[in-house]
């Protein structure tokens, strides 16, 4: 039920496109635009090209932020993010977070996801061909990231648990809490930029958890 209606908000969001042409993603434009694409069979026995066209850094709340369909290189539909665009056997799903894309699926009638593909020259494109080519250390550094937004958690959860114990009140039903490790300054000045680039990470691959990356940001 709660997944019926969430498709029916998300297609309300959608517009008709104006059919302008597919700009060429430039080199330029890496910190800021995001380029995906998804084959899918047509009527005609051949296969048309989607592409999924977004602004990283949008604010997902605002009803500006946007992102764009396009069917064979042409403007084709226009959502309000999150979006769920409808295309045959299925919708492409785009979603973002605070450090990047979240989602950029196609989900079939029966439940099955696909990451669409990433254009080359994009970030995200960069990140999967540096991953294919050296897949051992691309391995090594999401687990870096990993840990990275791990330990942000842990840090953070120990800094709340001592603020709120100590307040008197709660001290005098759960007792005091103490962070058994007080980074230095440095560390909590770091630590944040540290983590930015750990969640940039994972969103160029577009990973995501709701409670490293949503806590992290």
């Not at 403007?75 to 309000?80: E, F, G, I, K, V």
């Not at 254009?119 to 990140?127: F, K, L």
Request: proline share 6%.
């Amino acid at each position: 039920m709660f997944e019926e209606i969430r498709s029916r908000r998300a297609a309300r969001r959608v517009t008709p496109g104006d059919g302008r042409p597919l700009k060429r993603f430039r080199w330029w434009q890496l910190p800021y635009r995001s380029l995906f694409y998804l084959c899918l069979p047509d009527d005609s026995g051949g296969q048309s090209v989607y592409a999924v066209d977004v602004r990283r850094g949008q604010d997902q709340t605002s009803a500006e932020a946007k992102a764009d369909l396009y069917l064979d290189g042409r403007h084709h539909l226009r959502s309000r993010l999150p979006a769920a665009f409808p295309v045959p056997g299925g919708i492409v799903e785009v979603r973002l977070s605070a450090f990047g894309l979240r989602r950029c699926h196609y989900v079939t009638a029966g439940g099955t996801e696909e990451l669409l593909v990433p254009d080359r020259a994009s970030a995200e494109g960069r990140r999967a061909r540096f991953g294919r080519a050296h897949p051992a250390l691309s391995r090594g550094i999401g687990t870096v990231s990993l840990t990275v937004l791990v330990v942000a958690l842990v840090v953070l959860a120990a800094q709340l648990a001592q603020q709120i114990t100590e307040v008197p009140a709660v001290a005098e039903r759960v007792g005091s809490f103490t962070a058994p490790v007080r980074p230095p300054a440095w560390c909590n000045a770091v630590l944040p930029l540290v983590t930015l680039a750990a969640g940039t990470e994972r969103a160029l691959r577009v990973r995501y958890s709701r409670l490293l990356d949503g806590t992290a940001a």
